[in-house]
């Protein structure tokens, strides 16, 4: 069998924790952040697991992580 290609935008955006869950940074922080609420704005911070859903078209796309 050929080898799988990796999607290169998602290895520059996700990565798999040692449980075999998809980190990712959290979303809505890009711009705008006078009309956000301080509450979003701290709680967005970091990264967070995506949801089973997500996660399963993102791994996917990991062919090898």
Do not use: N
């Not at 040692?18 to 980190?23: C, D, H, L, S």
């Not at 705008?32 to 697991?49: E, H």
Request: hydrophobic share 35%; glycine share 10%; net charge positive.
């Amino acid at each position: 069998m050929p080898k799988l290609k990796t999607k290169s935008g998602a290895k520059k955006r996700f990565k798999l924790t040692g449980t075999g869950k998809v980190k990712a940074q959290q979303a809505g922080k890009r711009h705008g952040m006078i009309k956000r609420t301080t509450k979003f704005i701290r709680k967005a911070r970091g990264t967070t697991v995506l949801a089973d859903q997500d996660a399963k078209i993102i791994k996917k796309f990991l062919p090898y992580a």
